[in-house]
């Protein structure tokens, strides 16, 4: 797996999320749109993706995914859940755009968990790496899943 510091991709990435953020208001879509993933960390490995999360009204959740259906493709069809969509936004580089309730399992999971990376420096270099040490994709998204999820099973909770 080909990884790349982040730092070489912030501004990139911080471009992208503004474009994608004139593009949702132009939609009429309602939320929270964050830069998140390796990208948005300073000192982090990346594949050379971009990971933007779109929090959104519970209430305005099935409403917005019908919209993003109409702009972007659908992205990771198996990832979906009752509280999670994700979309592929063509751009420079690759990006998804996950999309959730705010205060749902999956946005807790994205909030928590990208903030515990940004301010605990010990978990960004074990994340980094889970990432060098991945003999593969799968097992980077199995390793990647485990570290997330036991991330979640430390007590930390979104306020």
Do not use: C
């Amino acid at each position: 797996m080909d990884l790349v510091r982040s730092d070489d991709l912030q501004a990139e990435a911080r471009r992208t999320r503004d474009v994608v953020a004139a593009e949702l208001v132009a939609l009429g879509v309602a939320g929270e749109l964050e830069l998140t993933g390796a990208t948005s960390l300073p000192g982090a490995l990346t594949r050379g993706d971009v990971d933007l999360h779109l929090r959104v009204p519970a209430d305005l959740f099935d409403e917005t995914v019908g919209l993003l259906r109409t702009a972007y493709p659908v992205a990771s069809p198996t990832a979906w859940a009752a509280t999670l969509a994700v979309f592929g936004i063509p751009g420079t580089l690759p990006t998804g755009l996950a999309v959730t309730p705010v205060g749902s399992e999956h946005d807790v999971r994205f909030v928590t968990g990208w903030r515990e990376l940004r301010n605990r420096p010990e978990l960004l270099e074990e994340y980094n790496r889970l990432k060098r040490e991945a003999s593969d994709e799968a097992d980077y998204e199995e390793r990647k899943s485990a570290f997330f999820t036991a991330l979640g099973r430390a007590g930390t909770a979104y306020p």
